[in-house]
């Protein structure tokens, strides 16, 4: 596209204008996003499993972290990035925490997120049906055994209590796998869709996020379909083979953001068809190390600092996932594995779509 010069003053683009077009360009985001939705509410209706419908769960939860709880620490990040960085002409910089063109962003990044949020309930309601369409878990055996295998025999939970079982590390392990985890996978998509300095990432790596959730998430979980070693006695019969973890695990009952009272409320809404938040079971490929993956992945691109920390993050997450009981070993290898080759996949089929722009 070629640059004509024009003596005439360009008009700045309103704040208004610069809102409608960046929503515009996110509209086949919002259709391809709105058309899944669709879809899995067709394929609940048609299969007679719209009790695992997930929708509505997410409206309040989403809408405070999204509207309220993530705005309100961007913000505040921008704040202290000029009362730290700026000596002199404070006043000026205050003009440019959010210019037009940020607030352009953060005014079109509200109906995505939206869109997300219906997503996201589009998600969890596949993921609450499958293991009705499956007849129940029927990998778990499996799994456990090609786990049990790749560590030399011994089941891989073993060689990380090993290193400590205490209780004060099963708690910062819960809290990490919970919250940290929540904040540094969906912090990290705000930024992107609300954000200018993420431009240059934000529809690749929306893409990416979509497909992993899609694909990582549900098509591959349907087939491969495990319930976990958490409840591993409950689809196979063998209650001793993890006895000693989830006995140790325990411990933790009836504290906020434990481990068993997470699993035991899945279990619960698993065996009563009851659709909430978070709600549906499924161990391979792991969703909490795919997502860890793919912010790795793009942070790395960005800055090799910034990388190696969320690389140093993914290795927690993979051997948390472990640790409490919620996966074998093979779903997070197999997470990354996969998420690797969906980010690599797009930025090799993108890049020449973003050179010709």
Not at 17 to 40: E, F, K, N, Q, S
Request: glycine share 8%; charged share 15%; net charge positive.
């Amino acid at each position: 596209m070629s640059i004509v010069e024009t003596t005439q003053p360009q008009r700045p683009v309103s704040l208004r204008a610069g809102t409608v077009d960046r929503i515009r360009a996110d509209r086949p985001l919002h259709v391809a996003i709105l058309a899944y939705g669709g879809m899995v509410m067709l394929l609940l209706h048609a299969t007679g499993t719209s009790q695992a419908a997930a929708f509505a769960s997410y409206v309040p939860v989403w809408s405070v972290a999204f509207f309220f709880v993530f705005p309100v620490l961007y913000a505040g990040w921008r704040v202290l990035a000029v009362v730290h960085r700026v000596d002199r002409r404070r006043r000026l910089a205050w003009r440019a925490v959010f210019p037009a063109g940020r607030i352009d962003a953060m005014a079109a990044g509200v109906p995505l997120l939206a869109t997300l949020m219906v997503f996201q309930g589009a998600f969890t309601s596949f993921k609450a049906a499958m293991p009705i369409w499956r007849g129940g878990f029927v990998h778990d055996a499996i799994q456990a055994d090609i786990d049990r295998f790749l560590h030399m025999g011994v089941d891989p939970w073993r060689w990380l209590f090993s290193l400590s079982d205490a209780y004060w590390l099963q708690r910062a392990v819960e809290i990490s796998y919970s919250q940290i985890w929540f904040v540094f996978c969906f912090g990290f998509l705000f930024w992107v869709v609300v954000s200018p300095a993420a431009a240059g990432i934000r529809t690749r790596y929306l893409v990416a996020y979509v497909a992993t959730w899609i694909v990582v998430g549900n098509l591959l979980a349907l087939v491969f379909l495990s319930a976990g070693p958490a409840y591993f006695g409950l689809v196979t019969g063998d209650h001793a083979r993890f006895a000693e973890q989830l006995a140790i695990l325990s411990r933790s009952a009836g504290v906020a953001h434990s481990a068993v009272e997470l699993q035991a409320y899945l279990w619960a809404s698993h065996e009563g068809r009851v659709a909430g938040l978070g709600t549906g079971i499924s161990a391979f490929p792991s969703m909490h190390v795919a997502l860890a993956t793919l912010n790795m992945l793009f942070l790395w691109e960005r800055s090799r600092r910034w990388g190696m920390i969320a690389a140093g993050y993914l290795l927690v997450v993979l051997a948390s996932s472990v640790y409490l009981a919620w996966h074998y070993a093979i779903d997070g290898y197999a997470a990354i594995a996969l998420v690797a080759a969906i980010h690599f996949g797009l930025r090799a089929a993108m890049k020449p779509a973003l050179k010709a722009s």
